[in-house]
């Protein structure tokens, strides 16, 4: 599986395979080394090298232009005439999430959390498993060392439920989000030619349009390592079917927010628990902006971290009232009620995922704001196939995740007794993906993290 | 410090933190048993026992903690 890996890899970009390797040897390198420290102080000194040696590529590649533009523009601006050459770089594929895993197992050693593995094609292994290794789900040491360490057996049952999570991660990124991406790319490409209401539908469509890529790629990444025998941690929950914020991010990009939970918000806390709950406020609003600064380098990230960060500090502050305010009136199990959680809680992520992109600047995004409150009404743009394969691809999926989030197990396709019922919607599935799905050869929107 | 005093000191933190007056504290207690046991009171709680028994936790102690014995465990080890 290693060698699969490294070759699966080297054919993406052969030279980026070296940096992944040079990650592997520091992560392997160090662990042992933190194993082995027999002072509180020695073992600290070491944590941090390895934090700032694994973080380097990561940093250089992502924030090196930022720097040299952003930095050196004001420099520049100031009188101080200092600039180094622009240098064109295309991020190796998977940095972020093969280095993110391995800042996780490092911490983990730290902690004792983990012992530090002696085999070092176990941990090879870990940090380039091909599946998850270019867009996660970010896995953990804890999770995958026991796996790869055992025999890894045929499994009928493990290789059928794996091609099945692949069958429907393709339907969802090359039915659903590769069609509706083509709307939004046309509107968001062109804002002065499109009126207020299309500008609307096409904010609206956006977090359908990242479920579809994200959830879709996490689906595929997860299905193909079930088919070798592994169980990959999810990633995605039926995000639309939260009612807040907090339970949002608790269904969304799961790996994500569990790893920025225990390597960043967890450390953060504790470290301003004196502050009390305002401690956790801060904690909170920091970790969320470092996420949308991972995101990408610009301002627009930043906002958009900082709105995920209120919104949640908010709903953790007014929680005892809310709660106590539901319970008064008896609302928690009110479907109208429930109802109206979710519609605000994906207004608040569709608008706020405006910020979250390459494409918009804050003031190009509150422009797109004021125009779809000031716009004279007109009909959208129509774009009459994209439209009706998006909402027969969506309707699909809503209606499947609404049955296995309100009703679970009463309708079984996939895995109905009878041998008939599963082929045929197998075919059915397949023959959606080619009727409805583009394929021109979009990438995965992760792909560039 | 024996068990048994950490734990009377304890219960007057956990209702204090968690509004229960009522609160009766086990060794297999643990955020799954009560509802207002989220990340947030989580930290308070921290907090608050340090106050209480004038110790500082390190993170590492953090994450061990699965439940109130674990936590007792941890106490009786800072004396």
């Known amino acids: 599986m290693l060698i699969a890996s490294y070759y699966f890899y080297i054919n993406i970009k052969p030279v980026y395979a070296l940096l992944l390797a040079g990650v592997t040897i520091t992560t392997y390198l160090f662990t042992n080394l933190i194993a082995k420290a027999t002072s509180d102080r020695g073992k600290r000194l070491l944590l941090i090298a390895a934090i700032v040696l694994i973080l380097l590529p990561l940093f250089f590649f992502k924030y090196f232009n930022f720097v040299n533009e952003g930095i050196f523009g004001l420099l520049n601006y100031a009188g101080l005439h200092l600039s180094l050459p622009h240098i064109s770089l295309l991020l190796p594929v998977g940095i972020s999430f093969y280095t993110f895993m391995a800042l996780g197992y490092i911490i983990d050693v730290y902690n004792e ?57 393709y339907f969802m990124k090359l039915a659903l989000a590769d069609r509706i991406s083509i709307y939004i790319d046309a509107v968001f490409k062109n804002t002065d030619q499109h009126v207020g209401s299309s500008l609307l539908l096409a904010t609206l469509m956006q977090p359908i ?76 609003n920091l970790t969320f902006i470092i996420s949308g600064a991972w995101h990408g380098a610009a301002l627009n990230f930043l906002v958009w971290g900082g709105i995920q960060g209120v919104a949640l500090s908010f709903e953790m502050l007014t929680r005892k009232r809310k709660d106590a305010f539901e319970d008064r009136f008896r609302l928690k199990k009110r479907w109208w009620y429930i109802m109206l959680g979710c519609v605000f809680t994906y207004l608040l992520f569709a608008f706020s995922l405006s910020f979250g992109g390459d494409a918009a600047t804050v003031a190009e ?51 109905h007794k009878n041998n008939t019922v599963r ?24 792909f560039q993290f | 410090m024996e068990k048994e005093e950490i734990v009377n000191r304890l219960t007057p933190v956990f209702r204090k933190v968690f509004s229960d007056n009522s609160l009766v504290i086990t060794d297999e207690l643990s955020a799954l048993d009560v509802e207002n046991w989220d990340s947030l009171s989580h930290m308070l709680l921290i907090s608050e026992v340090e106050n209480e028994f004038s110790i500082k936790f390190k993170l590492k102690d953090l994450n061990k903690m699965a439940n109130v014995g674990d936590m007792v465990a941890i106490i009786s080890s800072k004396f």
């Not at chain 1, 082929?423 to 929107?445: D, K, T």
């Open chain 1, 113 to 169: 959390e983990i012992e530090a593995e002696k085999n070092f094609g176990i941990v090879a292994l870990f940090l380039s498993f091909f599946p998850v290794v270019m867009s996660g789900p970010i896995e953990r040491a804890s999770n995958m060392f026991h796996q790869f360490k055992g025999k890894l057996r045929f499994s009928y049952e493990m290789v059928v439920s794996g091609l099945q999570l692949m069958l429907w991660g």
């Open chain 1, 209 to 284: 349009r990242v479920y579809g890529d994200l959830g879709g790629y996490s689906l595929i990444a997860i299905g193909c390592a079930k088919v070798m025998g592994v169980n990959v941690i999810p990633n995605f929950n039926r995000p639309f079917f939260a009612t807040t914020m907090s339970e949002f991010w608790r269904r969304w990009h799961i790996s994500l927010i569990k790893w920025l939970t225990d390597y960043v918000y967890t450390p953060l806390s504790f470290g301003f628990r004196k502050y009390g709950v305002w401690g956790i406020v801060i904690a909170l």
């Open chain 1, 365 to 415: 995004v509150l422009q797109i704001f004021k125009r779809i409150v000031t716009d004279s009404f007109h009909l959208p743009y129509k774009d009459g196939d994209t439209m009706l394969y998006g909402f027969i691809a969506f309707s699909i999926l809503f209606i499947k995740d609404f049955m296995e989030e309100y009703y679970p197990g009463r309708i079984l396709l996939f895995n």
């Open chain 1, 423 to 446: 082929w045929l919607a197998y075919y059915c599935v397949i023959f959606l993906i080619f009727y409805l799905g583009v394929f021109s050869g979009e990438q995965f929107v992760y």
